[in-house]
Every structure is written in structure tokens, then in C-alpha cells.
């Protein structure tokens, strides 16, 4: 199966949420605390938006992240390792590849995570009772909410709530996660 250009897929997923809700490129700018101009360039397909931006707008939405990123599927996808789309953050070397969305009735992404050690990927947070679910696949991290962080290692799992700011630490190099998004 081809896969979209992730691009084409997020510029036609932020039309399509912006316009169900009815409200302008302004509005929608302002509400996600993005500059217009960036909302502009995503719509258009010719910007390149980091995680950061993705989610913020994704709460101004009021839609889960994968909404945003993830085209229409066939009945069996098979994604092989190093082919699902990427999105990189600004501001650590983190990035994350999701690999299911919510089915419709479901509430629930499935990403794969990795990052190196260095800066902590800070996230904001979540659309309200979001539960953020992971498990390590390799080296180490600390993540969870401000405050409460654990260290977790090669197959150990943490569960915390997603709808408050958390943050992402890769404690060794080459560190992976299967990051579960739950969604009330």
C-alpha cells in the first residue's frame, strides 16, 4: 500500500477539523498559540511542523494527535520498521512514529518513540482525560508528569495522565518506547 505524503495528510486532517468547528485560520492560530502564518503553510502542505506544534494545535482541536496525521487506512496495514511517518521535536532529539489511530468508537493512538539523551522533551497538556501508556523497548528513560517522573527500563511499563504537562528523558542511547494514547 502507498502511503500518503504526511504533509498532504496533515494539511487536508487541519482543514477538514478547523472547518467542522467552524472557525477561521486566525482563530484557530490564536487558540493553539501557533503564528498564522505557520497555520497557513501547514494547510498549504508546505510546512514542516514539529510535535510541539502538532499537538497544540490537536488540543485547540479537541481531536487526539492522530487525527492530524494519520490518513485513511485499508482493512490490514502492515507499516514496516523505518516507514511510518516521522515527526521530529524543536527542542530535543526526540521524535515519534505513529502506527494506529483511533478506530472510530475507540479512543486510542499507538505510536513508537525514540529519542537520545540530552534535552527533555517537555510536553503540554493533553485534550482533557487523556492516559498516556508506555512501554520500554530499549534504554532508559524518565518520563511521567512534572514532579512525579519514574526511570523506567527494557520492558517496563508506566501508565499517567496525559491531560497535564509530562515530559520525556532519554537516559541512554538509542532509547524506544511503544507510547499507547488513551482518550475518554
Known amino acids: ?17 478547523r472547518e467542522r468547528l467552524g472557525v477561521s485560520l486566525t482563530e484557530l492560530a490564536r487558540r493553539a498559540g501557533v503564528a498564522k502564518s505557520t497555520l497557513s503553510q501547514l494547510e498549504a502542505a508546505t510546512g514542516n511542523p514539529s510535535i510541539e506544534t502538532l499537538w497544540a494545535l490537536a488540543v485547540a482541536l479537541d481531536v487526539p494527535f492522530s487525527r492530524l496525521v494519520d490518513p485513511p487506512s485499508e482493512p490490514v496495514q502492515v507499516i514496516r520498521a523505518g516507514e511510518a511517518p516521522v515527526v521530529h521535536s524543536e527542542h530535543a532529539a526526540y521524535s515519534g512514529a505513529l502506527l494506529s489511530s483511533c478506530p472510530p468508537g475507540a479512543r486510542r493512538d ?9 534535552a527533555v522533551r517537555d510536553a503540554h497538556a493533553h485534550i482533557r482525560g487523556t492516559t498516556e501508556h508506555l512501554v520500554v523497548l530499549a534504554g532508559r528513560w524518565r518520563v511521567g508528569p512534572a514532579g512525579a517522573e519514574v526511570e523506567l527500563d527494557p520492558g517496563d511499563y508506566a501508565r499517567f495522565p496525559g491531560d497535564r504537562p509530562h515530559t520525556y528523558t532519554a537516559l541512554a542511547p538509542g532509547s524506544s518506547a511503544v507510547l499507547v494514547m488513551e482518550y475518554v
Not at 110 to 118: F, N, S, Y
Open 110 to 118: 499507538l505510536h513508537v518513540i525514540t529519542a537520545e539523551p540530552g
Open 1 to 17: 500500500m502507498e502511503r500518503t505524503e504526511p504533509r498532504a495528510t496533515i494539511a487536508a486532517a487541519l482543514r477538514r477539523e
